[in-house]
């Protein structure tokens, strides 16, 4: 069981930037692909990002592709999404998840969320 729990979110001027965390209970952490996802008040929740196992290899959603980075430290089980050149539309409710296959986090169905932190960017 991995427990995930993100911190960092706020409320931002569009484009300003984030910084979310996401600490993980367990080292097992470091063998499951991890991402995040978000969403927005009335709106079904959507991948954002995925990071393989190793750090290796990354993959984004197109609306965010250039503007966020995700990234993570096995060493410390946590992993990070940074977020730049943030836009009113990228307000929404932000969660980390950690999955052990490509398809689930594409069809947003891993193994763990977390409870999930509030990003609110104003105009």
């Known amino acids: 069981q991995v427990q995930l729990v993100e911190s960092g979110g706020g409320l931002v001027q569009a484009g300003g930037s984030l910084r979310l965390s996401c600490a993980a209970s367990?080292?097992?952490?470091?063998?499951?692909?991890m991402g995040w996802f978000r969403q927005a008040p009335g709106k079904e929740r959507e991948f954002v990002a995925y990071?393989?196992?190793?750090?290796?290899?990354?993959y984004y959603a197109d609306s965010v592709k250039g503007r966020f980075t995700i990234s993570r430290d096995n060493a410390k089980n946590t992993g990070y999404l940074q977020m730049n050149s943030l836009k009113p539309e990228d307000t929404a409710v932000y969660y980390c998840?950690?999955?052990?296959?490509?398809?689930?986090?594409?069809?947003?169905?891993?193994?763990?969320w977390g409870p999930g932190t509030q990003v609110t960017v104003s105009s």
């Open positions: 998840a950690a999955g052990r296959s490509i398809f689930q986090m594409l069809a947003a169905r891993p193994d763990y």
């Open positions: 367990e080292r097992t952490f470091s063998s499951y692909l």
């Open positions: 990071i393989s196992p190793s750090g290796a290899t990354t």
